[in-house]
């Protein structure tokens, strides 16, 4: 990690420095809502086609930060350093720029079409354990991408790899003159991100602007524009090209047991496993890289075997008939197919269908790019290809195992069913203007016939209805923990993010994790750290909850193991009468005596939890609790000196108890559209909805009797219905022998004799209906809460023993 003083920061990048010129500045931000060590942090205020960070300068002070990179300084921050420059953007660049001057060990840049990450990857996977190295992230190969990753170069490695992309012209002599790469790489130059240039020729121009200020220079050899265009402009560096002629320097010849190469009248073999053009490719090119580093040759080369895919964004789902269906519906360039049809290979089934769309992006046309198509995908064991698109079915006689093939997505939606192509995997390989992904769910969501349908719209306008009951300023913390309530942490999230939460709360770090993994940046409170997942809270930037000295004492001590430099965010969890977690008045000396010797962690909230806001009849008891915490916390306060974020209100806390919102509050149920029975719940609308389908009706005689242990026994001619659910999906069992109904066609029908794990029988005399119909088990009738007080239980209870089995479905607008 780097470390400057403002002052310093300002000198390269040229600003004018208001504010104190001696603050150290240790991390950059450029997303505020990414923002979670923001001592000595410093925010760009980037300005973008659609946003201006500029907006979000106060955010960013909300969460800490102090240093701000801007064209123009905000009215109304509190105190803060500025650095004012023309355009935030080139001055990060700028600052790059001047950082990479420090280092004089070797950088490699990557540039081209395909392949810059998977071959930085696969050096990295090659060498991590050899030399010192570190690489940029994943995708950090824009305009400001790489001005952030050059940032992170430091002392004591011996290489640093970089990708450079870009899209328009005149963008690498900009970063290329940031990242001044030693030694450069052209992976290739092919269709994609063309669009911007005029020709071929002006992309390849642009592209070797690369290797300028590079020694060693590495390029496809059969790319004959491409090597003309290198050699013209830079005669005098070092040029390494790969391929498979003899003209190339390090020379491709394709075996059975591996990968050959020559070089230098030398023959090397690779134990490399992939046999895919791009991936051969992309293993020259990382010989090539090995070959100009300062290590033993012969000891890396066997490391080759190790090399692992590079993970891409396929999705994989399932559907219904047992099939597998893998989506790659992004992109349809044609150096693109073999890898998914790789993918495609590697998946377990042994039935494989390929669904192909037209191949956009791409400058070759008509039958010459269809056969060459066409022969990769011959190529592969495919028992099925079915080709949509009006070009490519043109040329569908090129196609060995043709299936059928749609002028669009809509006919084959009209004429193919999921059950043609059951337990088969399936690959939807295809250009993004056809949706293939609407393929897969409609093949996705008739596979199961009981479902969890979890009502977004609902979820967010039951938000907005306890947000209405809250001053303006009154921060909100959802909750979502235990998956969501059992609808699903992940999607709840997703849909929670776009309405300006101010944090997520989860029970376990790992749930935590998921979500950051999943992409979803707010803030997250971890109720429950276990001491086993304080490495994960930090790696993922959870927060933890902080409930007594031996947590705060074990979570330091992690905190300066990992050499964590700057404060790091906690909550202060206080016990004022739940006696669950927390400290506890007699505690608060010591806690405030550790947390004045204490640098490592920063205390963003104090909170506490009520007992009782949904029982009218212990009222008393909130008001109780509500004023030991606020002793508590005014104790804190008056030692750290600061006055961390205040909350106490649960769902049932806002509707009962809004005076005591304080600065935030922590919405739970009442997302899900429960109230307990208050007179807020006609403003709520159910979101979560129980679903399924008649498997069977049959016509009991009287004397008959149904389910084990005969408890129900028919009085007369009986019409009952088999639904495919039961206990195992998380119906209750007390709901059978008539303590509860669902609901056909609105009409409501008894629970008869014993739920069973996987089914159960219902009474539908009198209700007119078929197998296959629809059955509501819970969601608007019956509701959620009279299934809960059927059970004999509550809300929160019904809706997390959901099984996992259930498959969830989320309706949005
Ligand atoms: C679960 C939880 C909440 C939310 O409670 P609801 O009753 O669902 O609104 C709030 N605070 C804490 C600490 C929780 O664990």
Redesign the pocket.
């Known amino acids: 990690m780097f470390s400057y003083k403002l002052s310093e920061v300002a000198d390269a990048m040229n600003a004018k420095l208001v504010g104190n010129p001696d603050q150290i500045i240790e991390s950059i931000w450029i997303d505020s809502r990414h923002i979670v060590l923001a001592k000595n942090g410093i925010f760009f205020a980037l300005k973008g086609a659609q946003i201006d960070g500029h907006t979000y300068v106060q955010s960013a002070y909300d969460k800490g930060i102090r240093n701000f990179v801007v064209s123009e300084i905000p009215k109304s921050l509190g105190e803060a350093n500025f650095l004012v420059v023309d355009n935030p953007k080139k001055a990060l660049q700028a600052w790059a720029k001047h950082h990479r001057q420090k280092f004089d060990y070797t950088v490699v840049g990557i540039t081209g079409s395909n392949g810059k990450t998977i071959v930085k990857e696969w050096l990295y996977q090659l060498l991590y354990d050899k030399i010192k190295l570190i690489r940029s992230p994943k995708s950090f190969n824009s305009q400001i991408g790489v001005p952030i990753s050059v940032l992170e170069m430091m002392d004591g490695i011996s290489l640093a790899i970089f990708e450079l992309g870009i899209s328009q012209p005149n963008e690498m002599m900009q970063i290329s003159d940031i990242v001044k790469p030693n030694l450069a790489i052209i992976t290739n130059i092919g269709e994609a991100h063309s669009e911007f240039f005029k020709d071929r020729e002006q992309h390849i121009q642009e592209k070797i602007q690369i290797a300028e200020h590079a020694e060693i220079i590495i390029y496809p050899s059969d790319d004959t524009a491409l090597k003309q265009a290198i050699k013209n402009k830079y005669p005098n560096k070092k040029h390494i090209s790969f391929g498979e002629s003899n003209e190339a320097d390090i020379q491709k010849i394709e075996t059975k047991e591996g990968l050959k190469v020559n070089f230098k009248n030398k023959t090397y073999q690779l134990p490399f496993e992939y046999k895919d053009e791009a991936s051969l490719n992309n293993a020259l090119i990382c010989f090539a890289v090995l070959t100009q580093l300062d290590i033993d040759l012969e000891h890396v080369l066997d490391d080759f075997k190790r090399i692992m895919p590079v993970e891409m964004r396929l999705e994989v789902l399932e559907g219904s008939h047992q099939i597998e269906i893998i989506n790659d519906a992004f992109n349809s360039d044609l150096s693109s197919i073999p890898i998914a049809l790789n993918v495609l290979n590697h998946h377990a089934k042994p039935k494989k269908t390929l669904i192909l769309t037209d191949i956009l992006q791409n400058r070759q046309k008509g039958a010459a790019l269809y056969q060459e198509v066409a022969d990769w995908v011959n190529a592969y064991p495919i028992q099925k290809v079915v080709l949509i698109g009006e070009e490519i079915t043109e040329f569908k006689a090129f196609f060995k195992n043709l299936y059928a093939s749609f002028k669009d997505t809509a006919s084959f939606l009209n004429e193919l069913k999921a059950s043609d192509f059951a337990g088969e995997t399936i690959l939807l390989k295809g250009a993004r203007k056809f949706e293939l992904e609407r393929i897969s769910k409609v093949f996705e969501k008739k596979s199961h016939d009981t479902i969890l349908e979890v009502n977004l719209q609902n979820l967010l306008e039951n938000l907005n209805y306890f947000r209405s009951k809250l001053k303006p300023s009154t921060k909100l913390m959802a909750?979502v923990?235990a998956f969501g309530?059992g609808a699903g942490g992940f999607d709840i999230s997703q849909a929670l993010a776009s309405q300006h939460i101010d944090y997520l709360?989860v029970?376990y770090a790992d749930e935590g994790a998921e979500l950051r993994q999943q992409g979803i940046s707010t803030p997250i409170i971890v109720?429950n750290p276990e001491q086993n997942s304080y490495t994960s809270i930090i790696e993922s930037s959870l927060e933890p909850e902080i409930y007594s000295l031996r947590v705060l004492r074990k979570f330091t001590e992690k905190l300066i193991d990992k050499n964590i430099a700057t404060a790091y965010p906690i909550h202060i969890k206080l016990n004022t009468g739940m006696n669950r977690l927390g400290f506890k008045l007699e505690d608060i000396s010591e806690l405030v005596q550790e947390l004045a010797d204490n640098p490592y962690v920063k205390v963003r909230t104090i909170?506490s939890?009520l007992a009782t806001?949904?029982v009218p009849s212990e009222h008393a008891f909130v008001h109780q609790q509500m004023q030991k915490y606020q002793e508590m916390y005014e104790r804190i306060v008056s030692n750290i000196g600061y006055r961390p974020t205040r909350h106490i209100l649960?769902?049932?806390g806002i509707l009962n108890f809004p005076d005591y919102q304080m600065d935030m509050v922590?919405?739970?149920?009442?997302m899900f559209g429960v109230s307990m029975g208050s007179a807020h719940q006609k403003h709520l609308k159910p979101v979560v909805t129980f679903k399924t389908v008649i498997s069977q009706i049959s016509t009991l005689q009287a004397g008959d009797t149904v389910s084990y242990g005969r408890n129900f026994k028919a009085n007369e001619i009986t019409k009952i219905a088999t639904l495919p659910v039961g206990y195992a999906d998380g119906l209750k069992r007390s709901l059978g022998n008539e303590n509860g109904h669902v609901s056909i066609h609105g009409q409501l029908a008894p629970i008869i004799g014993t739920v069973c794990m996987d089914m159960m029988m219902v009474d539908i005399s009198g209700i007119n209906c078929q197998e296959g119909d629809e059955v509501i088990i819970f969601g608007e009738k019956p509701s959620l809460e009279e299934v809960a007080e059927q059970c004999n239980t509550i809300t929160?209870e019904i809706l997390t023993s959901i099984s996992s089995r259930v498959k969830r479905i989320y309706l949005k607008e």
């Open positions: 909750m923990k309530y709360g029970a109720m909170f939890h806001s949904d649960n769902s049932a922590r919405v739970g149920i009442g929160y």
